[in-house]
């Protein structure tokens, strides 16, 4: 079972922004934040895009602009992230099942996914940055 | 967020074999459970070698064989079987990651993961077998 890599991309970004702190001077770097990461410059682009629109990220246009968090870490739950970025959250592929509509696995994988969707509600932005060790240089960008 | 094919197709045969009842003398036949779900015989072999290796299927050889449910319904959880064929469960591509072993969001994901596999572990393959209707020739073969 695996989150799609683009919440896995939007996760990483996010902490990223966290971990940058608060500072409204400070804006990090699409393509910076990207190779840091070792995801496209593309991929990044649309999950920064995605998390702006969404209003989780701020973004600044020109030369020297770039994005930071949009609101305070700790008031961004990571079941925000997670239900943002996977709107889909079908854990199986019941579309192509011949008992699709009159299955009974399907409400119970529903009510697990509730259970690991509220877990994650009750876990902060600013509560994964603190337990996070970066390497040495990883925000000098 | 998906569980993987093999998840998917354990979860299948074992609620077909849940449905098939408690006849010890009714097997059910491999080619013709795959067929049913659109599964290759090769991949619907695996998978019930698997449960069977795991002592949650019973599986007679021969020309007239096929599988059954080794143990009674109700006392197969569903989280037995999630654990069986998902034995990774990473949620994230953890390993390519420059944070791998720094990174708040692991434990974070871990707890979200425990309560989605506590749920499953409550809800038995009877449960799902219950509630689940069959097309009218679905146990026909």
Redesign the interface.
Known sequence: ?????H??YA??IM?HAAMAGDDPDHLLGITAVAD???ISRNNAMKVVNELAKAGLLETVRGRHGGFRLARPADSIA?GEI?RLT?PC?????CE????QG????T??LK??????????DQ?TLA?????????AD?LSF
Chains 1, 2 share one sequence.
Not at 1 to 5: D, G, N, Q, V
Not at 111 to 120: C, D, H, P, Q
Not at 127 to 135: S, V
């Open positions: 079972m695996r989150l799609t890599a919440t896995d996760l990483r902490l840091a990461h070792g990571l997670v996977e959250l079908n854990l199986a592929d192509n099942c011949i008992l009159q299955c009974g696995l409400a119970i009510r697990a996914l509730r259970a690991f969707l509220a877990e994650l876990q509560q994964a940055a603190e337990t996070t060790r970066l390497p990883f």
